[in-house]
């Protein structure tokens, strides 16, 4: 179906499905139990699932496939947010022209910025890349001031242009993004028991357009195209060799991944329209690698999974506080509770990047391949097992 | 005029001379063997041929063309194939698709962007790659991880790879290099058949006798940076300033 294999049309639709169905699958308790903080239903939180999905799905497309390791790929999402909210400030509140342009520039700054630093490869390619994106990083938060909004960030106002919108609503607030008059922020909240599920018109678009990104990922990654950026992560002395110019090949990846942040950026902007320069900051760069190893490098479905698991820590371990947990440890003795919470506490609310950090630490050292590596090992288990089961059944009737 | 000519080529390494003036000439359709003790200059040859190094003086013409100025890609463009020491394949990558790779190659050049076709369009690639495996006998092991495989297998795949892109002139350095004596017969014998079989010009680095003079029609000796002798291999094995360059003055 639509050119893929079995296997990768069954692996869409898994994902079309878990994506269709999020809000129901993130939303398992009941919002009145205890562990209704554990839910990460709201659409806050789901669009940024999808978007850091989609940053992580293009990063994927450079890192795994050809091994360039690029350290500033937040530029490209700063660049594609500063886009979408000039198109909204410009142009109109539509959120279609907004993610066009963030693409296209996003695209373009890729150009230049692998043009040179695809001039050398590995660490040094790493150092260039960082290079370039701390220098755009500090161009947006002070040079180009009059561009970015310097270190308050670019904001949407009442006196903005619009020419095909309008510059302030009827009643006189700034009006909000839209496709095609369908408002991003709209939310139909369906209530069932004490379960209160919600759709989100923006989660459903972000949603929609990761779903077109990973397929276009997997038809690169099966197309001869992919085929030859994997043989530049190989042997690029044998590309070389055989004829082929491995630089172009590396700088289309650069630029379809350049594109894929930029998009990312783009859609941010679209659900929230601001753009800061802390898009770009080099923690920004370090997170997208993070997700994509942790989720599984050079896999078509471990960086959806690395930036979902990343993001749902950063946003409900950081609001577990010290509160909360001397609410679940009410039942101990007052010393030991003390002391249980002490010791949890350095590991939650601001915290949580410890949590993070110990836990890359545990999937780099025992799942070389991320979290796929573990779900593989986990059915293969299941598999051994069930085969075991059904020889344990059999043997007793010979 | 041979398909390969290399004229008065220099070559300096700070202090070192590495070649000093060689001139070649590389007839078409015959196995031309470059042999010399170590450091003669042999790989810094080869290298200047196919756009690794580039010599300070001198000219290398393929085919009327000059390669000097080219990057390896583009010489092999041309048409020059060349074969490693140690076999270079796509470790990564399963046997059929180290062999389509070059299959690409010599069908789209040394770029296209198909990003999103599908391989089960590319059938003339498939087919090709596939007559190819046939050929070097490794049909049996196209899934397999091309990493995983013998030596000798990875030879036999690389030259296979090389003869995917039909070259005019195919480059061996030293493809008997640390084979044991069957695998070494073996390369031999797929040598010849591939001599037998194909237009092809072989130009051949090699230390073992044995292949040197079971293959080659003309021989060059190499010593410090300039031709000894170029000569067919029976006046070669018993010239007297062979023997002195092989085993040195007192002999």
């Known amino acids: 179906m639509l050119g893929l294999n079995k296997k990768d049309t069954s692996l869409l639709v898994i994902v079309a499905a878990l994506v269709m169905f999020a809000p129901f699958i993130l939303n398992p308790f009941p919002s009145d139990s205890g562990l209704a903080q554990f839910n990460a239903g709201y659409p806050d939180l789901m669009q940024r699932f999808v978007i850091f999905g989609i940053f992580a799905i293009g990063f994927n497309i450079l890192f795994g496939l050809t091994g360039y390791l690029s350290f500033g790929h937040a530029a490209f999402l700063g660049v594609g947010s500063y886009s979408a909210v000039w198109m909204f400030k410009l142009l109109s509140m539509n959120v279609i022209p907004a993610i066009a342009l963030a693409i296209v520039v996003s695209g373009l700054f890729a150009v230049l910025i692998g043009f040179v630093s695809l001039r050398r490869s590995g660490i040094y390619f790493s150092i260039l890349t960082l290079a370039f994106a701390q220098m755009s990083f500090n161009l947006a938060y002070s040079v180009l001031t009059p561009i970015t909004n310097g270190e308050t960030g670019l904001q949407l106002t009442l006196n903005d242009p619009r020419i095909l919108g309008e510059s302030a609503t009827a009643d006189g607030s700034i009006p909000v993004t839209s496709l095609f008059g369908l408002e991003m922020r709209s939310t139909y909240e369906m209530v069932v028991g004490p379960w209160a599920f919600q759709f989100n018109a923006g989660y459903y678009l972000c949603g929609i357009i990761m779903l077109l990104a990973f397929y276009l990922s997997i038809r690169i990654f099966r197309s001869p195209f992919g085929m030859m950026l994997r043989a530049i992560k190989s042997n690029q002395t044998r590309l070389n060799y055989t004829g082929l110019n491995p630089r172009p090949y590396a700088l289309a990846a650069f630029v379809i991944s350049g594109m894929y942040a930029g998009l990312a950026g783009g859609l941010m902007a679209s659900m929230d329209p601001l753009a800061g320069a802390e898009r770009m900051q080099w923690t920004a760069s370090g997170e997208v690698v993070l997700m994509t190893i942790l989720g599984g490098t050079g896999t078509l479905i471990g960086p959806v999974l690395g930036a979902g698991f990343i993001k749902y820590f950063e946003n409900i371990f950081s609001k577990i506080n010290d509160t909360v947990l001397h609410n679940w440890f009410s039942f101990m003795p007052d010393g030991l509770e003390d002391f249980v919470v002490f010791l949890i506490h350095p590991f939650i609310g601001k915290g949580w990047h410890l949590t993070l950090g110990i836990l890359f630490m545990l999937v780099v050292t025992f799942l070389p391949g991320g979290l796929v590596e573990g779900g593989q090992r986990i059915s293969r288990m299941v598999k051994k097992k069930s085969d075991d089961d059904t020889n344990a059944k059999t043997t007793p009737a010979e | ?251």
């Open chain 2, 1 to 251: 005029m041979g398909i390969l000519e290399v004229k008065d080529v220099g070559k300096r390494f700070g202090g070192l001379q590495a070649l000093g003036d060689v001139n070649l000439s590389v007839a078409e359709n015959t196995v031309h063997a470059i042999i010399g003790p170590n450091g003669a200059g042999k790989s810094t040859l080869l290298n200047c041929l196919v756009g690794k190094l580039i010599p300070d003086t001198g000219s290398v013409m393929f085919d009327g063309q000059s390669v000097l100025g080219r990057t390896p890609f583009e010489i092999n463009q041309m048409g020059i194939s060349r074969v490693f020491q140690t076999p270079e394949i796509f470790g990564e990558l399963s046997v059929m698709e180290n062999m389509m790779i070059p299959c690409f190659a010599k069908r789209d050049g040394s770029f296209r962007m198909h990003a999103i076709e599908n391989m089960h369009n590319e059938k003339d690639i498939v087919e090709k790659a596939e007559a190819m495996l046939e050929d070097m006998n490794m049909a049996d092991k196209r899934h397999m991880h091309s990493s995983s495989m013998s030596r000798g297998d990875k030879r036999r795949l690389e030259i296979g790879m090389c003869l995917a892109q039909e070259p005019r002139l195919l480059l061996l350095d030293e493809p008997t290099a640390g084979m044991a004596r069957a695998d070494t017969n073996n390369t031999i014998d797929l040598l010849k058949q591939i001599k037998e079989e194909r237009d092809i010009t072989i130009a051949i680095i090699e230390h073992d006798m044995h292949v040197v003079f079971s293959l080659s029609e003309r021989i060059t000796v190499l010593a410090q940076g300039t031709p000894l002798v170029e000569d067919t291999p029976e006046n070669i094995k018993g010239h007297p300033k062979v023997r002195e360059a092989y085993l040195g003055e007192s002999a």
